[in-house]
T-cell receptor
């Protein structure tokens, strides 16, 4: 199984440019999440989705948009990138059917905004 | 508000020795779950161990065990017989249980960098 796959793995953007990060999972999980990781701060939740067609804001949603048009995909968009969005982005998925005891992460996307 | 605190920014341990990574949490909920993840220099997040708040036994997974002290709100990770490959960043995380409206969100600590010396 591929598990949770993020595309791309690395990206450099200029300030003001836009881009979309793709997260794909092949485990049929209902819940999906986008986190960002900054030095010394652990991971913080940006947005999440509890099912196809639904999204909700997390702890640090400003400057990001998301969409979940298909159950297996969760997209994170940056409409106008800023240097403050330089970070490592992680996608995760969870199957509630397993009693919330599991959470699977993608390999991360390292984004630099110059 | 829920919070996870890892007070050790960095730790050293000699190969083959045991090491304990500290994690304390703050929540007013009775039902929650605690996770530990390993993040090697390659960057991926590797699930290590899970402890539910109602689990009576401490969780164990191979060389990893979770020293769960509910009254003290601590969930320390114990790695026995450290190996060079254990050198990594380790994160403690908490998932609160909100019943039918559970979202599965994780709250992470700041992480502890562990270095295993040969």
């Amino acid at each position: 199984n591929a598990g949770v796959t993020q595309t791309p793995k690395f990206r450099v953007l200029k300030t003001g440019q836009s881009m979309t990060l793709l997260c794909a999972q092949d485990m049929n999980h209902e819940y999906m999440y986008w986190y960002r990781q900054d030095p010394g701060m652990g991971l913080r939740l940006i947005h999440y989705s509890v099912g196809e067609g639904t999204t909700a804001k997390g702890e640090v949603p400003d400057g990001y948009n998301v969409s979940r048009l298909k159950k297996q995909n969760f997209l994170l968009g940056l409409e106008s990138a800023a240097p403050s969005q330089t970070s490592v982005y992680f996608c995760a998925s969870t199957p509630p059917s397993k009693g919330w005891t599991e959470a699977f992460f993608g390999q991360g996307t390292r984004l630099t905004v110059v | 508000a829920q919070k996870i605190t890892q007070t050790q920014p960095g730790m050293f341990v000699q190969e083959k020795e045991a090491v304990t990574l500290d994690c304390t949490y703050d929540t007013s909920d009775q039902s929650y779950g605690l996770f530990w993840y390993k993040q090697p220099s390659s960057g991926e997040m590797i699930f290590l161990i899970y402890q539910g708040s109602y689990d009576e036994q401490n969780a164990t997974e191979g060389r990893y065990s979770l020293n769960f002290q509910k009254a003290r709100k601590s969930a320390n990770l114990v790695i026995s017989a450290s190996q060079l490959g254990d050198s990594a960043m380790y994160f403690c995380a908490m998932r609160e249980w909100a019943g039918s409206s559970n979202t599965g969100k994780l709250i992470f600590g700041q992480g502890t960098t562990l270095q295993v010396k040969p």
